[in-house]
Structure formats: C-alpha cells, structure tokens
C-alpha cells in the first residue's frame, strides 16, 4: 500500500520532492532514551569502507 501511493503520488506529481532537496526530520513519537548526546561524546571512530 505504501509503494503503490509513492507510485501514485509520482504520476500526479503531489508530494514527490527533487532529490537536490535537503529534508530535516525529528521523530514525533521517539521510543526510549534519547542517547545522541552521549554517543556524540563517546566520538566513537568507525573505520573507512573500501568499495570495490
């Protein structure tokens, strides 16, 4: 059902946004502790990815 109003939202060209659009979001109904701080200031480094 989702898809299919992506499709029809695509054909009627309401509700589709560019993809060069920048979109912010906040969550309205977040579940459990918000831990973003604390995992900012752990500033944990993940390794580079290699592509093939």
Known sequence: MIAWNGVERFREKKGILSPDVNVRYEPRAPLG???????RAAAIKVPP????
């Open 33 to 39: 502790l918000d831990l973003t701080a604390e995992v």
């Open 49 to 52: 990815v290699k592509m093939r």
